[in-house]
């Protein structure tokens, strides 16, 4: 029996398995997962048991190929709560080889001490009152706050104030959404940031590739987890804030937030598949909808009616739906019309929001900025999603419409995102798409624009199977481009070896007819795009997937 432990790792917030904080571990089980899972359960009510967490429970995960097991732990030791999983899955392995036990009533001893150390009784007085009292609390290893926004106090973890001193009412909550899906995320946030900002709110954004406060970019990187979300929240100038959510910061620590006005998903679709245990597009399905727990009361959830595994995972809700879809005709849609429900949908051309047998025009696709008249039907899908968004928030009907007209795909509103660029009667579009189905949506949208000859320049990330590295090239071939222009990025090797993921893509571009002349391998995302650029003429159109090098990329086209 082969069994092997892979990630263990924190829980926050309310995740997956559960809503509860505490310790999770992967591990992979070559054999019974019948036998693992009983030998798990007995292990970890012994071992809570003997460490004096007869309270904190145990929960699981089963998957093809392995299983998650976790435990539930008090916030103020997590650490500890890592190493006491460790030890469980220690004695199960132990168990299940019928190997010698290790020493868990020695290990146990020196957890009592690490517990101790790790303690903060001050700070689960304070998470407690605060919940009493209806606050949030937001806690990590280095800070603590009460409120949010302009309603906010933050303190260093170990210099916690005197619960006799806190004014209780001082404290409160800002409006705020969760973002997820495959794809679309960032554009939602940024475009919901728009229409807040032309409604007056100084709204903030978390993302995967910066924090923002109004205008001002204050980290950049990949924030779409708790952490980005806590800084954002604990910043006083933020009086509304839009929190990207993405799977790994789900799968990784939970939520960032226990409550929040109003829960976006985008869609689902295959993409990082194979990680944390995730190995299907349903499961991923799963993950996503992990943003509904943190709904509450008439919190409304707002979901894609013509994404089939959204429909699949939203059926079984729980909570106010909004849907939307690009069809009016849509069944889902239909039926929330009947009974009065909330609903966002394409009828004549125009997005159309009903909502409680009322119906109001928004705005004409074609005057949507971000949508090329039209032509960018994943932008029209944003757009619909983020309008049910914004009215679940209760933001005027004009600041949705100002923030439709004004917030275009350039690199300034949405960098990155199919960004347009006009240089000698050449069309450029870049964008950062990275899976199958983001990569289809923009090479269907350049078939579009009228063009004498297309170009496109792509690379794949290494951590891709070769399966998925397929799929990719062929979503790209569909362009029917005059020329492919190959990138190698280093940063995203990932095990693979320099050329190994080039190579791969022109043997599938051969596979489907593109002949070896049409294909040319280049260094990096810049030095591509100046070769795609060489080789273009007026009345051209070159499409550039950029996943590394994008800001150069951006200031060089810019120079032209």
Known sequence: MHLALTDVRRLTGPNLLWNNPGAIIDVEVEGPLKAALASWQKWSRTLLDEFCWDDEQQTFRLFDGGASFAISAPIDALYTACDLTELIWQCCCADLTHSAMPDWPGRLEELTLQRTAEANPALLALVRAASQHHVTCLTDDDEVSLGMGSGVDVWPVTQLPDLAAIVWSKYHDIPRALITGTNGKSTSVRLAARIAKAAQFTAGVTSTDFIRVGENIIEEGDFSGPGGARMLLRDPRTEIAFLEVARGGILRRGLPVLAVNAALITNVASDHLGQYGINTVDELAEVKFVVAK???????????????????????????????????????????????????????????????????????????????????????????????????????????????????????????????????????????????????AVVGMVKKIPAKRRFVMFSHAGDRSDQEIKHLTAAVADLGAHAYLVAEVEKYLRGRNLGDISLLSQRYLMDLGITAKQVCFVPDALSGSKQAMEMAQSGDVVLLFVLDNRQQVHDWLSSL
């Not at 509450?296 to 729980?318: C, I, P």
């Not at 069809?327 to 159309?352: K, M, P, Y």
Request: proline content about 3%; glycine content about 8%; overall charge negative.
């Open 294 to 440: 943190a709904l509450h009361g008439d919190a409304v959830l707002v979901v894609n009616a013509d994404n089939a595994l959204v429909v699949q995972q939203a059926r079984n809700s729980k909570h106010p739906l909004c849907w939307f879809s690009q069809d009016e005709n849509n069944f889902l849609i239909q039926q929330q019309l009947s009974q009065g429900g909330r609903a966002v949908f394409v009828s004549a051309g125009t997005v159309t929001y009903c909502a409680q047998g009322q119906c109001e025009s928004i705005m004409a696709i074609e005057q949507i900025a971000m949508t090329f008249n039209g032509t960018a039907e994943h932008n029209i899908q944003n757009a619909l999603g983020v309008v049910g968004l914004c009215k679940a928030l209760n933001l005027p009907v004009a600041a949705i419409q100002q923030g439709l007209a004004e917030f275009g795909s350039d690199p300034q509103d949405n960098p990155g995102r199919g960004n347009r660029y006009q240089i000698n009667g050449v069309e450029v579009i870049v964008d950062f798409a990275h899976n199958e189905h983001s990569m289809r």
